[in-house]
């Protein structure tokens, strides 16, 4: 299952860098990144990787409710695709905003890495002063800082500089408390990951004495 999970993050990141790729080809960066480029046009691919993205979201939020596969009272994963199917459906219903959704998208390579955290545990490699983990988590850590927390925070400072240029209507308020809610959840994994860090090398000093 993992296995898969890993693919599909491959998949979602390889095709946002494809899309990306393709754009900065033959378009200028600051035409790229200009308000109604982002708001009102679709690139080539975007919104067909979003449907893609969209229904992985959905069969992975079903998944995890049906076999129980979260902790916590208020689970972090259920709230962030919760977050993320709302925005993702009523822009995909109203063809507005995907290629901000794509943006998001980036985070997909740092989603990658924690589902090999997961597999790489689940094959009882866990001594956090051995080679291999140090690099999972070098990789692990350095994609949530630059390819999750990063694009979140200049996404959503992108958004409030634009916020004159949107138009009345639905897409401004919905665009900021999704992302209000996807830089909250970041700080929480962030934690997550940094406690998880510490008590993986907690435990190598326990063994060793």
């Not at 979201?57 to 993320?84: K, N, T, V």
């Not at 004159?164 to 996807?182: R, T």
């Not at 830089?183 to 090398?201: K, T």
Request: proline share 1%; with cysteine; hydrophobic share 50%.
């Amino acid at each position: 299952i993992y296995d898969c999970k890993v693919s599909e993050h491959w998949v979602n990141f390889l095709t946002v860098v494809f899309i990306l790729v393709k754009q900065l080809a033959s378009n200028d960066v600051n035409q790229i990144f200009e308000h109604s480029q982002l708001v009102n046009t679709t690139w080539p691919w975007a919104y067909s990787a979003l449907c893609i993205s969209c229904g992985y979201f959905a069969y992975d939020q079903l998944d995890m409710l049906l076999y129980g596969l979260y902790s916590g009272l208020i689970p972090s994963i259920l709230l962030h695709h919760f977050i993320l199917l709302g925005c993702f459906t009523l822009a995909l219903y109203r063809n507005v905003t995907i290629n901000y959704l794509i943006l998001t998208l980036i985070c997909e390579l740092h989603s990658i890495f924690l589902h090999v955290r997961k597999v790489r545990r689940m094959a009882g490699l866990r001594d956090g002063k051995s080679k291999l983990v140090k690099i999972e988590w070098f990789l692990n850590m350095a994609t949530f800082l630059f390819a999750r927390l990063l694009s979140h925070v200049l996404i959503t400072v992108k958004l409030i500089k634009d916020a004159s240029k949107f138009e009345k209507g639905i897409e401004l308020p919905l665009a900021l408390f999704g992302m209000a809610g996807m830089n909250l959840l970041n700080v929480f994994l962030g934690i997550d990951l940094f406690n998880a860090f510490r008590r993986e090398g907690n435990r190598h000093n326990v063994h060793k004495s």
